[in-house]
């Protein structure tokens, strides 16, 4: 659906040249949520926009939806443009035309008639879930009622590709559940192929498929969300993962419990997919002579299965203690023995 | 010199005088609005970043605009005596003022046309762009209706402005209250007249404030 070729944009300015994208390649697939992950600068908003022709590349091509984006102009350009919508930060509405105005707009720009318009807008408007406010002025919203105008307003014309460009960013964690929730009930029930970037490793592993790590320009690793959740490569995604995974008071409630602990060993648990369903603490009771203590934990959702880690303690002799670590293993689950009792 | 006040006034005249000053106001305040919205949108449009980047166009335009905005009226006026002639045959009567009247006033309101565009939160120029939408589109969709509160409120102030320039204009000749004021209030010592026509001139300045207001906080959705 979307092809990234050998991409290159290069800012030049007095102080010297900004590669703000250096040699990127990307293929996304059609119905796929992709989401692309990085801190402040690291060239995501200059990809995104990319896709729909606000930015040209220095080098390479760009091809959306059977489009060469980076190449067409004009007419051809703008047309491409409605299949391609995108959502922001800000909201970007027209604080001068109503929510119902709002989402009329790329229907007035594709000249859908009236009561055609009319017609659709009164669709959209239930699918974001704004009845009752068709007649308010953006400012009499709260940010998620902008953002879902923002939504309808970007689905009006039944885009094929969905661009955000840090579309929650603005908004308090409940309020970026729900407008996340209302993105992959789109997606699911459109089929629509959509791109998000972000600095939230929470959004990635809430909503997307697959992830990009964008550092310097760069994509530094890339990769199927749960893939990248069991296994990162790359410190800066690491860093990435912690922050969904590991609360920041683990580290010490973990010490703390060593402390306590003078006997047995404390082991820490990493399930992946499939496996944070089965019931392997209990199978660990049934079948081994250990008294097991859960000291803490945390699962978490992504769009293709759970991820969590879990902390346990282990007491009994030291001979069933490693055969129950023995039977972890062959659990798929990752063990790790934090401290010998 | 004892005469009962407002004895020297001829109504009849002063009503004359007034609906020249209206007349006046009324062209050039339109043509006014129509010039300076195309120069200012051209400023804005040809700017650093903006659809039409142009820099050679953009520093004409401004270099013009400055130039006719600090040049003072009366001075204008008399520079435009030879357009004026050619435009409307004579220096005389209330056509004469409206070159002078709206060569001064466009360049000062497309100044803040300019302004009032920059205004405009560049995310919706965007966000319209990522629509698809034309540049027509982006200017009769987005720039006008987004900057309207602006542009109201400018062309009240401008309205005002040119007011007063009337007058002014009227000194040399041109009809209207300003004139009546000179002629009738200040050559001849009636200073009734000259309290009278102040009193119109300000009723018509507060009628175009009072309206400009309402229309502007009515279009202010913000
Ligand atoms: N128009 C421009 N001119 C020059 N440099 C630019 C321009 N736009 C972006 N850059 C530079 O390109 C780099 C990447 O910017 P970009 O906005 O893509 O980052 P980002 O990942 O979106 O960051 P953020 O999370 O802060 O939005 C930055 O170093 C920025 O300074
Ligand atoms: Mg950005």
Request: with cysteine.
């Given at each position: 659906m979307i092809s990234i070729k050998n991409v290159r944009k290069i800012y030049s300015s007095r102080q010297g040249n900004v590669h703000a994208v250096d040699n990127v390649n990307v293929e996304i697939n059609e119905g796929e949520i992709f989401g692309v992950i990085g801190y402040s600068g690291a060239g995501k908003s200059t990809l995104i926009r990319m896709?729909?022709?606000?930015?040209?590349?220095?080098?390479?091509?760009?091809?959306?939806?059977?489009?060469?984006?980076?190449?067409?102009?004009?007419?051809?350009l703008r047309k491409a443009r409605q299949e391609i919508s995108m959502i922001f930060q800000h909201f970007n509405l027209l604080w001068s035309r109503t929510v119902r105005e709002n989402i009329s707009f790329p229907l007035e720009i594709a000249g859908v008639t009236r009561k055609e318009r009319t017609k659709r807008v009164d669709e959209l408007i239930k699918l974001v879930g704004l009845e009752g406010r068709e007649d308010s002025y953006p400012s009499q919203l709260s940010g998620g009622q902008k953002q879902r105008v923002g939504i309808a307003r970007a689905l009006a014309n039944n885009p094929k590709v969905l661009l955000c460009d840090e579309?929650?960013?603005?908004?308090?964690?409940?309020?970026?559940?729900?407008?996340?929730?209302?993105?992959?009930?789109?997606?699911?029930?459109?089929?629509?192929?959509?791109?998000?970037?972000?600095?939230?490793?929470?959004?990635?592993?809430?909503?997307?498929?697959?992830?990009?790590?964008?550092?310097?320009?760069?994509?530094?690793?890339?990769?199927?969300?749960?893939?990248?959740?069991?296994?990162?490569?790359?410190?800066?995604?690491?860093?990435?993962?912690?922050?969904?995974?590991?609360?920041?008071?683990?580290?010490?409630?973990?010490?703390?419990l060593i402390e306590q602990y003078h006997s047995g060993e404390i082991v820490q648990l990493t399930f992946v997919g499939g496996s944070a369903e089965q019931p392997v603490i209990t199978n660990l009771i049934r079948h081994f002579d250990v008294t097991v203590n859960i000291l803490q934990g945390k699962i978490s959702q992504t769009q293709s299965g759970s991820y969590g880690t879990l902390f346990i303690h282990l007491d009994g002799s030291k001979d069933e203690i490693a055969k129950a670590i023995e039977f972890i293993g062959t659990q798929q689950v990752g063990v790790e023995v934090i401290r010998n009792g | 010199m004892d005469k009962p006040y407002f004895q020297d006034i001829d109504w009849p005249g002063?009503?004359?005088?007034?609906?020249?000053?209206?007349?006046?106001t009324a062209i050039s305040v339109v043509a006014t609005f129509i010039l300076g919205l195309l120069l200012g949108l051209l400023l804005f449009l040809t700017g650093k970043d903006n659809l039409w980047e142009n820099k050679p166009v953009n520093t004409i335009i401004s270099a013009f605009v400055n130039i006719f905005r600090s040049i003072p009226f009366i001075i204008l006026i008399v520079l435009l005596i030879p357009l004026t002639t050619i435009l409307v045959g004579s220096m005389i009567g209330e056509n004469a003022a409206l070159p002078a009247l709206i060569v001064g006033a466009a360049p000062f309101y497309a100044r803040m046309v300019e302004i009032g565009l920059r205004e405009i939160d560049k995310g919706v120029i965007e966000a319209a762009k990522s629509m698809g939408a034309s540049t027509s589109t982006i200017i009769f969709k987005v720039l006008l209706p987004e900057s309207m509160p602006a542009l109201v409120s400018g062309i009240t102030v401008t309205a005002i402005a040119l007011v007063g320039y009337t007058a002014m204009a009227g000194v040399i000749g041109a009809g209207g209250?300003?004139?009546?004021?000179?002629?009738?209030?200040?050559?001849?010592?009636?200073?009734?007249?000259?309290?009278?026509?102040?009193?119109?001139?300000?009723?018509?300045?507060?009628?175009?404030?009072?309206?400009?207001?309402?229309?502007?906080?009515?279009?202010?959705?913000?």
């Open positions: 896709l729909n022709g606000l930015e040209l590349p220095t080098e390479g091509s760009v091809t959306v939806a059977g489009r060469v984006v980076s190449k067409i102009r004009g007419g051809e579309a929650t960013s603005a908004l308090d964690p409940q309020t970026t559940d729900s407008i996340l929730e209302l993105l992959v009930d789109i997606n699911k029930r459109l089929g629509l192929t959509i791109v998000l970037i972000t600095h939230e490793m929470h959004v990635i592993r809430k909503i997307c498929h697959r992830v990009a790590v964008m550092e310097n320009g760069r994509i530094v690793e890339m990769g199927s969300v749960l893939e990248v959740f069991k296994n990162p490569q790359q410190p800066i995604t690491k860093r990435f993962v912690q922050q969904v995974t590991e609360p920041e008071e683990t580290k010490e409630t973990v010490e703390q | 002063m009503w004359a005088a007034t609906t020249e000053t209206l007349y006046m209250l300003g004139n009546l004021a000179y002629l009738e209030g200040y050559q001849r010592s009636q200073n009734d007249v000259t309290l009278i026509a102040t009193i119109i001139i300000l009723i018509i300045v507060f009628i175009i404030q009072f309206l400009g207001d309402i229309i502007t906080s009515k279009i202010d959705k913000r």
